[in-house]
T-cell receptor, first 114, second 108 residues
């Protein structure tokens, strides 16, 4: 089973709201990723977790706060977002980070910030 | 120069056509290479990994030329269902670098 699940599928929030995106995988993968994708653009890496520890932060603004509670779960906490943060947020996982392997993507959360 | 560059497209081809996508990458130390497919408003899905020896999966053939830092994808006998954006992806030590993608539209 190569499935990564994400909730919610769609999210509309105001600029003063706090919300969280959730991602889950049960493939035993030890690397998990958050990407942001704008229309007609490729995914942009935001964060990488390896063995539940933050490994890469691609200079993402602090209004995005990742969390990895355990090896199967990855959250992205959102606070005080801007309209330009509206995008598709994709979660992905791979077996490990040391040797780059195939990443499996979840279906994404489509976020609209008003 | 972008780390991964692809033909911009779009490619508009009739059913049954053969179409080829090209991709170049700038980091000679890159370790892994992939083609992903992304349908409109969906997530990227792995189409195939790319090896120096070349690899084929049905109608799809991928080639890697490390000396020229060049990757290709050939689709034979195009189907309507092949319409999508094809992303050339190159792996470094700890992350993937995505090309901007090439749009393919197959028409009847």
């Amino acid at each position: 089973d190569t499935e990564v699940t994400q909730t919610p599928k769609h999210l509309v929030m105001g600029m003063t709201n706090k919300k969280s995106l959730k991602c889950e995988q049960h493939m035993g993968h030890r690397a998990m990723y958050w990407y942001k994708q704008k229309a007609k653009k490729p995914p942009e890496l935001m964060f990488v977790y390896s063995y539940e520890k933050l490994s890469i932060n691609e200079s993402v603004p602090s209004r995005f706060s990742p969390e990895c509670p355990n090896s199967s779960l990855l959250n992205l906490h959102l606070h005080a977002l801007q309209p330009e943060d509206s995008a598709l947020y994709l979660c992905a996982s791979s077996p490990n980070l040391a040797v780059q392997e195939t990443q499996y993507f979840g279906p994404g959360t489509r976020l609209l910030v008003l | 120069r972008k780390e991964v560059e692809q033909d911009p497209g779009p490619f508009n081809v009739p059913e049954g056509a053969t179409v080829a996508f090209n991709c170049t990458y700038s980091n000679s130390a890159s370790q892994s290479f992939f083609w992903y497919r992304q349908d409109c408003r969906k997530e990227p899905k792995l189409l195939m990994s790319v090896y120096s020896s070349g690899n084929e999966d049905g109608r799809f053939t991928a080639q890697l030329n490390r000396a020229s830092q060049y990757i290709s994808l050939l689709i034979r006998d195009s189907k309507l269902s092949d319409s999508a954006t094809y992303l050339c992806v190159v792996g470094g030590y700890n992350k993937l670098i995505f090309g901007a993608g090439t749009r393919l539209a197959v028409h009847p």
